[in-house]
């Protein structure tokens, strides 16, 4: 099966699907078990044996940010050499014990691989308010550094919460100029909904391309994925997307050339199928919602949001519950109070609003009108009034599964 | 047991509980079954005989609201003499039809009871998108009208929809000048974030006082107890206030008195524990929070928005898991990126975070604190950067419940 499964998404022709653990040329990563998380791998390293490498990095725009983020922030993040990262601990909320625990991991990996410590990205994932046990971690740390190899398939597990598995994907990308490969490694499956960033996402290229045509495709690819959606529409201390390219396939990518079209091509799709994943394996989630509103510049986006972390719409779409309602309810929340607010809305295609009054459906409408509610993906087109905006959110449902486990007290989550 | 039995509303010395179904001197009420709702009561009258009678109104803010919310604001809002109102059915979204249906109600209760059309209001709650019918709606106002009696009890049951029981309250109101009646019926358990006004909640008193002064009075207690109460952060189409004064009672209450200021003490404690009521009889819900923000003046209100709308701190409450690491996530996430943001946090009166960063509670303050999250009612007290401004929002935890009943396809619920 082709990691493009979603409808939304669609596969590029010029991309060649290789084993999802794969790395690209000039890469190598590690991940342990260094007692953090109960069981499993939560310590990672990631590394880049070229000098040149280049490098952008988006963070989470939440107010309260953890140490890891801080630490990240003040390294170089156009030239990143390495990333380090551990699950089971968000090392958030630790104040300056914290801090210096950032510190001495990004500190500890620079020396084990003989970078520059500025050189060197900070991720951590898991609970907020406790202590990431320091010398576990740094001992983790060494273990890793131990073991890099050609693979990412411990690295991508090491990284991982609540998510089900890992989210991972490697390409072969066939510019115009020669093929390089495309790879990346994400976690997220609660507390998401971010803007710029997701959870984690770590993107390594094998092309060759200077630091700022890197960071204006993952700007513009970060904005049509990990900004798109949401699980709980709760905005993380810790979401971080690291991408480095290191130029070891030789391959150049120059500004404003097809090179450079073609390899941003893969990076959407790879990053909005990605985003999609992480919605898709949302705590509990059962089924995925696609919210499209189309007006004035200024409404679309939050009424996108209000309909898509509405828990009323999220419980019908759990429920295949046709209650198309509660999305106009979620719209008009949004909206400014007093102004005419006469919408279009249309579900799986099919038309159930009109000018602002439900339609009448029939027997037959609403038969379709339950199938299209129940299948995998449900699709909500919302036309409001105004001109000239368009956006999307990609959104889970909200189940008793996400209840039961977000309410499970001593688990070590965040 | 008295009506005011949350630690957070204090019961006023000056008031005396009745039997809660007792209606003020010259008010009547009814509730009949018409069969708009598969099963109960579900239209009701109410009526003041006093000509002189004033009143005052607040509405949701949804920009998309009811027909019923649309047809009562075109009402003579300070001389209203009757409300009519049903449950199962909310007129929302069933264009020109809806309309005529709502004006309909409101012209065949004004006729049936001899008074202005422009001197009722209309209310109606319950499934969005569907047609109320009209002929059915109509018989029960006409049989509501020949039931009309001294108390309220059927009209409190009849304007129910997910709620667990009738939320009332009747108290004698000693004031300076002579013993006053204070009487209200109310409604909501889910699609509850009201701004201005909750889902439903009728105040009747046979006090004596102008109409300015009624609206000052129900502008203030309303701000500070509806507007602060939170299910699940959705704001609803069809929220509704109506409040009428009758002077039936012969104690003139003049502005700016004694007698206005012990009115106003009855009324706000009235419609704060009618406000609990809806958050303790939220939608499967266990337990209820208090999120108190204290500094900058345009930032505590956001703030304590996100933290009681944060499906994980609603799950972490419903759970009794003391995961405060969520309360400090939901605040950043409504604080602006990038500014200073150091935080206090106590719950239940127990500091938890100072300056930031998360105390060492120990092995017996984290049974404390366990302890105290276990409770009925939660307190949250955030202090956050700035000065002046305090804040407080009352909301319901969610649970497997919840989900499971909003999920359910075809009950005819909003």
């Known amino acids: 099966m082709s990691f493009f499964s979603s409808r939304w998404v669609e596969r590029p022709v010029h991309v060649t699907e290789l084993d999802t653990a794969v790395l690209p040329r000039g890469f190598r990563a590690?991940?342990?078990?260094?007692?953090?998380?109960?069981?499993?791998?939560?310590?990672?390293?990631?590394?880049?044996?070229?000098?040149?490498?280049?490098?952008?990095?988006?963070?989470?725009?939440?107010?309260?940010?953890?140490?890891?983020?801080?630490?990240?922030?003040?390294?170089?993040?156009?030239?990143?050499?390495?990333?380090?990262?551990?699950?089971?601990?968000?090392?958030?909320?630790?104040?300056?014990?914290?801090?210096?625990?950032?510190?001495a991991m990004q500190a500890r990996t620079a020396e084990l691989l003989g970078v520059d410590p500025a050189a060197v990205g900070v991720a951590s994932t898991g609970a907020i308010g406790r202590e990431l046990p320091r010398e576990r971690v740094l001992a983790g740390v060494a273990a890793a550094c131990g073991e890099l190899g050609e693979g990412a398939g411990a690295f991508s597990e090491s990284i991982l919460t609540s998510d089900a598995g890992p989210k991972r994907c490697a390409l072969d990308v066939a510019l115009p100029s020669g093929t390089v490969r495309l790879c990346a490694q994400a976690k997220g499956a609660g507390m998401i909904s971010p803007r710029f960033a997701t959870m984690f996402c770590f993107v390594e290229t094998d092309a060759m391309l200077d630091a700022a045509t890197l960071d204006l495709l993952v700007g513009v690819c970060v904005k049509r994925s990990f900004d798109r959606i949401s699980v709980d529409g709760q905005l993380s201390t810790s979401d971080t997307v690291f991408a480095l390219a290191n130029g070891a396939g030789g391959v150049a990518v120059e500004p404003e050339t097809p090179d450079e079209l073609a390899l941003g091509e893969a990076l959407d799709a790879l990053l909005r199928q990605l985003a999609l994943e992480i919605v898709r394996d949302g705590e509990g989630t059962r089924r995925v919602g696609r919210v499209v509103v189309r007006g004035a510049v200024d409404a679309v986006e939050p009424i996108a949001r209000a309909v898509a972390d509405s828990p009323l719409v999220k419980t019908a779409?759990?429920?295949?519950?046709?209650?198309?309602?509660?999305?106009?309810?979620?719209?008009?929340?949004?909206?400014?109070?007093?102004?005419?607010?006469?919408?279009?809305?249309?579900?799986?295609?099919?038309?159930?609003?009109?000018?602002?009054?439900?339609?009448?459906?029939?027997?037959?409408?609403?038969?379709?009108?339950?199938?299209?509610?129940?299948?995998?993906?449900?699709?909500?087109?919302?036309?409001?009034?105004?001109e000239g905006g368009e956006t999307e959110v990609f959104f889970s449902d909200l189940s008793e599964a996400y209840v039961a486990f977000n309410s499970e007290y001593g688990k070590g989550r965040g």
């Open 30 to 103: 590690a991940g342990v078990a260094a007692g953090i998380k109960p069981q499993g791998l939560d310590v990672g390293v990631l590394v880049s044996e070229e000098p040149g490498t280049v490098s952008s990095a988006r963070f989470t725009t939440n107010a309260r940010v953890g140490a890891p983020v801080t630490v990240s922030r003040q390294a170089r993040l156009d030239g990143l050499r390495a990333v380090v990262a551990n699950s089971g601990c968000s090392n958030v909320g630790d104040g300056r014990r914290g801090y210096e625990t950032a510190t």
């Open 317 to 386: 779409l759990h429920g295949a519950d046709p209650n198309f309602g509660r999305i106009l309810q979620a719209a008009g929340q949004a909206y400014p109070e007093g102004e005419p607010f006469v919408v279009d809305l249309a579900i799986e295609g099919l038309p159930v609003v009109s000018a602002g009054d439900a339609l009448e459906l029939g027997q037959a409408g609403l038969a379709e009108l339950e199938k299209a509610v129940g299948r995998e993906e449900v699709e909500i087109e919302l036309t409001v009034p105004g």
